[in-house]
């Protein structure tokens, strides 16, 4: 064989190489990026996915329905106004367990509206686009709607219970908190 022809063999395999090799790269800051970005909920999604590459694909695309979105904070006037509707809710817990969850969901709903969030009628979507800005809590969120689901039976009000504690905590990190929404 000529010479030219393995040099042009080795180029071909060298760029072949290189090009592997950066799609492995951008595969890695991509993954590292997802990561830090979701925590908790990218270990979840991932789990909940019958592949990585699906995962994450999926969280890209959250993230990117998210950027389209105008989220910001609220103002210090709609925080008060949240806080003083929850301490009323919340203390009509013990009369009306299953109302006070259900409005505790909707108070949760309305402030995300608030903020900029495109809601829908499906707690699913919400959690994925709330995971975005809030990836620590929203777990706490569909398990609060799972509880409340599940509120028939004997069980029924320590489920209402346990959601009205994981809706507490999602009021306290989307509403309480006045850190920027991150972008």
């Not at 949240?82 to 006070?100: H, I, M």
């Not at 608030?114 to 829908?120: P, R, T």
């Not at 979507?125 to 004997?154: C, F, I, N, Q, W």
Request: charged share 40%; aromatic share 6%; glycine share 4%.
């Amino acid at each position: 064989m000529d010479t030219w022809v393995w040099i042009v063999i080795a180029a071909a395999a060298a760029v072949v190489l290189v090009a592997l090799l950066a799609l492995w790269v951008s595969s890695r800051r991509r993954r590292s990026h997802l990561q830090d970005r979701f925590g908790p909920e990218y270990d979840r999604t991932v789990a909940d996915s019958k592949r990585r590459r699906d995962a994450e694909r999926e969280l890209a695309e959250r993230e990117a329905r998210r950027e389209e979105m105008d989220v910001r904070p609220l103002s210090s006037a709609a925080r008060d106004r949240y806080r003083s509707e929850w301490e009323s809710l919340q203390a009509r817990f013990v009369d009306d367990p299953n109302g006070s969850v259900r409005q505790a969901d909707s108070l949760l709903v309305r402030a995300l509206d608030e903020m900029g969030y495109e809601l829908d009628d499906d707690p699913d979507r919400r959690a994925a686009d709330v995971s975005v800005d809030h990836p620590e809590v929203v777990d706490r969120y569909r398990h609060g709607h799972a509880m409340l689901k599940a509120t028939d039976g004997d069980d029924g009000t320590e489920n209402l219970r346990k959601a009205m504690i994981d809706f507490r905590a999602v009021f306290e990190e989307v509403v309480e908190e006045e850190r920027p929404v991150t972008a």
